[in-house]
T-cell receptor, first 115, second 112 residues
Framework: DSGVTQTPKHLITATGQRVTLRCSPRSGDLSVYWYQQSLDQGLQFLIHYYNGEERAKGNILERFSAQQFPDLHSELNLSSLELGDSALYFC??????????????FGSGTQLSVL | SQKIEQNSEALNIQEGKTATLTCNYTNYSPAYLQWYRQDPGRGPVFLLLIRENEKEKRKERLKVTFDTTLKQSLFHITASQPADSATYLCALCNQAGTALIFGKGTTLSVSS
């Protein structure tokens, strides 16, 4: 058990809808990262928050947004969903931001299916 | 932009042999490189980190090398076991030092 909790584990929704994925980092970790994993693209970095502030953006679509709350949990909001958004979404946490070799602890992911 | 390539999508070996996985990168000189293991339907799990001033790192049956001239890391599993079957991902910190970028991974299958 990595200590990172993601809910829900599975999510099935229709095109055009909006969903929210939730992540609770390991106790004491201030950094939260979101990744999207699909078979053809591999693990793609979406966004990084550190202690409530956005630190880095990767390949995140404008239809997607995220935030980190004062209690350090994070939410990833996906709107106007398309079939191609179907993927496994992972949250990871670390004590500090990258740059000094911080290893990431991953949650078990949310499997999103857009029908 | 930086690019990470794990040159084999799949590797099949027999139990007891040494598995060697390759990670190449371009357009960047990272200060360190990490390796993760991912089992189907689960999140990646950290295995090893090697820094640019380290040529080799070992942990039990695992060995990682880092050649900054070749821009390549090799990941070895000695005396492989069926339980080692998984996807192995290499990862580098991006140039801004703000995120870990992953390769697509190599799926290792160890047969008994």
């Amino acid at each position: 058990d990595s200590g990172v909790t993601q809910t829900p584990k599975h999510l099935i929704t229709a095109t055009g809808q909006r969903v929210t994925l939730r992540c609770s980092p390991r106790s004491g970790d201030l950094s939260v990262y979101w990744y999207q994993q699909s078979l053809d693209q591999g693990l793609q970095f979406l966004i990084h928050y550190y202690n409530g502030e956005e630190r880095a953006k990767g390949n995140i679509l404008e239809r997607f947004s995220a935030q980190q709350f004062p209690d350090l949990h994070s939410e990833l909001n996906l709107s106007s969903l398309e079939l191609g958004d179907s993927a496994l979404y992972f949250c990871a946490s670390s004590a500090r931001p990258q740059g000094s070799g911080e290893k990431l602890f991953f949650g078990s992911g949310t499997q999103l299916s857009v029908l | 932009s930086q690019k990470i390539e794990q040159n084999s999508e799949a590797l099949n070996i027999q139990e007891g042999k040494t598995a060697t996985l390759t990670c190449n990168y371009t357009n960047y000189s990272p200060a360190y490189l990490q390796w993760y293991r991912q089992d189907p339907g689960r999140g990646p799990v950290f295995l090893l980190l090697i820094r640019e001033n380290e040529k080799e790192k070992r942990k039990e049956r695992l060995k990682v090398t880092f050649d900054t001239t070749l821009k390549q890391s090799l990941f070895h599993i000695t005396a492989s076991q069926p339980a080692d079957s998984a996807t192995y991902l290499c990862a580098l910190c991006n140039q801004a030092g703000t995120a870990l970028i992953f390769g697509k991974g190599t799926t290792l299958s160890v047969s008994s």
